[in-house]
C-alpha cells in the first residue's frame, strides 16, 4: 500500500486557500475514493476522516512577524523538498499541483531520478538539504540529465494550475509520465506546442454542489451582480461603465458587487481606479468594493447575476473555482465569449441546458448591459437557468467528477508501471 499512495503536492492546505492548486486539492481529496493519500496540510484539520489513512505532512512555519516573510517560504519550500526527496518516499507516485513554470518543470522532471536526503530529526537540516537538493536537480536539468541516474519506479504527474505563458515552457513538461490540463483549450494549447497525446489528459475542475435561486420570493432579496474575477485594465473599463448604467431602467434597483482578490501583478492601479471612479456609487450603496472574502459562497447567496470581465484568465485555474462556486449557488453567468471561460457555456449546450449569456468581446458593456437586462425583464427565464447552472455543477464541474477522473487517471498509470 505504501508504494501506491499518492503524493498530491501543492502548498499546504492550512488557513483559507482561495485559488490555485491548494483550492482545487481542498475540492479535490475529500471526493476521492477511501484509498489513503498523502499531502502536506495540517494533520489537527485533516481534509477526510482518519480511518481512511491519509498521511498528512506538516510543514512548519516561522514564527512571529517571520512566518509571513521570505525566510518563511524559504523554509516551507526546503520542508516540502525534503519531503519529496526522503528514502521513504522515493518509490511514491506523485501527482503535483505546483504553479508551473521553467523552474517548477525542471524540479518535477528532477523528482523522476530525485537523490535522497540524509535522514536526520532536525528540521532545519532536512529543510535545509531538501532546498539544496531541488536546487541542485534544477540546476543539472539546465544543463542535462545527470548520467546513470536512476528512473523512478512510479508515475509522476502534473496538473496545470494555470496556463498562463505555457507556449515557453511546454517542452519541459515531456518527461512527466502524464501532464492535467483543466480545459480543452489549454489541452489543445499543449498538443501545438508538440506534447504527444497520449500523455495529455483534460479533467474540468469541479466544486462543491450547491442550489439554485428557489424561486421568484427569494430573487426578490437578490437583486444584485458579482464580479469576483480578475481586475485587469479591461475589466476595469467594463466595470466601470456598468456601473454607470445601474440607473438605467432595466437595472433600476440592483447594485454591483465587486470582490477581487487582490494581486499586484493584474490588479496595480485597478483597484484605485475603481474606488476614484465609482466613489459616488461606493457611497450610495449602488456599488460594493471588496478585497479578499473569507466566504465567497456567502457574499454570492446576495446575488442572482455574475459577470466574467477579464481580457484573459491570468494567474488562475483555467475555469476559475471562483466562477463555479457561483454557479453552483446558482448565479447566471453573463460573460465575454472567450476561451476557456466559454467551455462552460459548450458544456452546458451538449445537455441542453442554459446558463445565462455571452457576449461578443467587440460589442463593448453596453452589449453585457443588455444580455443581463434580457434575463432581469424576464424573471422566469433567470430562475431557469439559476437552475440550470446549478445542475451543470452538480452534473459535469463538480468535485465528484474531478476526483472521478483523477482517480481513473492515477489507476491507469499505476496500471501501466506494474504491467
Avoid: N
Avoid at 135 to 145: C, K, M, Y
Wanted: proline fraction near 7%; hydrophobic fraction near 45%; include cysteine.
Amino acid at each position: 500500500m505504501g508504494d501506491a499512495r499518492w503524493l498530491l503536492v501543492s502548498r499546504p492546505l492550512d488557513g483559507q486557500v482561495l485559488d490555485g492548486g491548494p483550492a482545487l486539492l481542498r475540492e479535490l481529496i475529500p471526493a476521492l475514493p477511501d484509498e489513503p493519500v498523502a499531502y502536506f496540510g495540517d494533520a489537527r484539520h485533516p481534509l477526510r476522516r482518519p480511518s481512511i489513512g491519509d498521511e498528512v505532512i506538516h510543514v512548519p512555519r516561522l514564527p512571529g512577524r517571520v512566518g509571513g516573510s521570505a525566510a518563511s517560504e524559504l523554509v516551507e519550500r526546503g520542508a516540502m523538498a525534503a519531503a519529496l526527496l526522503a528514502a521513504e518516499r522515493r518509490r511514491a507516485p506523485l501527482h503535483l499541483f505546483l504553479e508551473p513554470g521553467p523552474i517548477t518543470e525542471r524540479i518535477a522532471a528532477g523528482l523522476m531520478t530525485a537523490p535522497t536526503t540524509p535522514t536526520t530529526t532536525s528540521l532545519a537540516t532536512r529543510a535545509s538539504a531538501g532546498a539544496r537538493s531541488v536546487l541542485e536537480l534544477a540546476s543539472s536539468l539546465v544543463r542535462v540529465r545527470p548520467r546513470g541516474a536512476t528512473r523512478r519506479p512510479a508515475p509522476v504527474v502534473q496538473t496545470l494550475t494555470c496556463a498562463t505563458g505555457l507556449e515557453t515552457w511546454a517542452r519541459l513538461l515531456e518527461p512527466l509520465d502524464a501532464v492535467v490540463a483543466l480545459s480543452d483549450d489549454t489541452r489543445s494549447r499543449l498538443l501545438a506546442a508538440g506534447l504527444p497525446a497520449r500523455s495529455v489528459h483534460r479533467i474540468h475542475p469541479g466544486v462543491r454542489a450547491g442550489r439554485a435561486i428557489a424561486d421568484e420570493h427569494e430573487l426578490a432579496h437578490r437583486r444584485a451582480i458579482l464580479y469576483a474575477g480578475e481586475l485587469d485594465v479591461g475589466a476595469t473599463d467594463r466595470l466601470i461603465e456598468i456601473a454607470r448604467m445601474l440607473s438605467e431602467p432595466a437595472l433600476r434597483g440592483w447594485s454591483l458587487i465587486i470582490a477581487c482578490r487582490p494581486d499586484d501583478l493584474v490588479d496595480r492601479h485597478q483597484r484605485v481606479r475603481l474606488g476614484r471612479e465609482l466613489a459616488g456609487a461606493i457611497g450610495s450603496g449602488r456599488v460594493e468594493l471588496h478585497g479578499e472574502v473569507p466566504d465567497l459562497r456567502a457574499l454570492a447567496q446576495r446575488c442572482a447575476i455574475q459577470l466574467w470581465l477579464a481580457d484573459k484568465v491570468h494567474r488562475r485555474v483555467d475555469i476559475p473555482l471562483a466562477l463555479l462556486d457561483a454557479l453552483a449557488g446558482g448565479l447566471v453567468l453573463v460573460t465575454l465569449d472567450r476561451a476557456p471561460i466559454r467551455e462552460v457555456f459548450e458544456v452546458a449546450e451538449r445537455h441542453g441546458r442554459q446558463i445565462g449569456a455571452r457576449v461578443d468581446p467587440t460589442l463593448g458593456p453596453a452589449a453585457l448591459v443588455s444580455a443581463m437586462a434580457g434575463l432581469i425583464e424576464r424573471p422566469e427565464r433567470l430562475l431557469h437557468a439559476s437552475h440550470d447552472a446549478a445542475a451543470l455543477v452538480r452534473d459535469s464541474f463538480s468535485s465528484a467528477r474531478m476526483a472521478a477522473d483523477v482517480a481513473a487517471l492515477h489507476r491507469e498509470l499505476l496500471s501501466r508501471f506494474r504491467g
